[in-house]
């Protein structure tokens, strides 16, 4: 059956533990509708589109000749740099995602502390124009078997008529710590990418979560406190000294 129609809403929470239980009373509506798929998280410090940074990002000419021309040159210019090979154009997409590349690949997370945790890693932003403190975001998709792509596969990342849910082979330790799993996005002939939210296919499908940016700070020493944090999502010493700053430094420090 398909998802229970839950509206894309706020739903503030201040808490580990009463985020924990917004989702399981969600859990709860969907196997008691029939629906035992996964759902997918994705945290932002602020209430974003969610479209993929290459749709962020202002090109140097035709956006898809663009995305062509760096995934080319990704490729040819990687193999010093690893000993994991791509072995088609997903895998390629899936590293060149990892370490930072502008792709049409948006990331999520099977884990929900993993999602929480991305929203309040960093202190919360200002608004620029009224210097208000910015609050966060973690979103649920619902997902649906359909939505997700089988390998082998003939389907191409450029090609494929619709969003799709890519889950990735493991690339890097990250993707594993962080049970890593991607939306791709469809663009249009002009390079226009839509957001996830105004999709026809998946905008009853998500639930926005809001994560007040006044409990930023205390919701990180909670998920510090049962051991999520920089080492464990990122497990390499850029993780461990980032976590060494949190717990050694006071707040506001970037």
Known sequence: ???????????PVISVSLFFARIEKMKEAEVNAGNKSDFLFRGQSTDEPLIPRIARLKPK????KIELLMLDEFKRLIPPFTEFEPK?????LALAQHHGLPTRLLDWSYSAVAALWFCVEKPPKKDESSGKLLDGVVWLLK??????ITFPTNESPDSQGKI????PRAVSQRILAQTGVFTCHESTAEGRFDSLESNEAYKNRLVRIGIPASSFHDIRDQLDASGVSSVSLFPDLDGLAAHLQFRYFHKGVS
């Open 1 to 11: 059956m398909p998802p229970t129609s839950l509206p894309a809403t706020d739903l």
């Open 61 to 64: 000419g035709e956006l898809l």
């Open 88 to 92: 088609d154009k997903w895998d390629l």
């Open 143 to 148: 997902t649906l078997p359909a939505d997700f």
């Open 164 to 167: 799709r849910i890519y889950r």
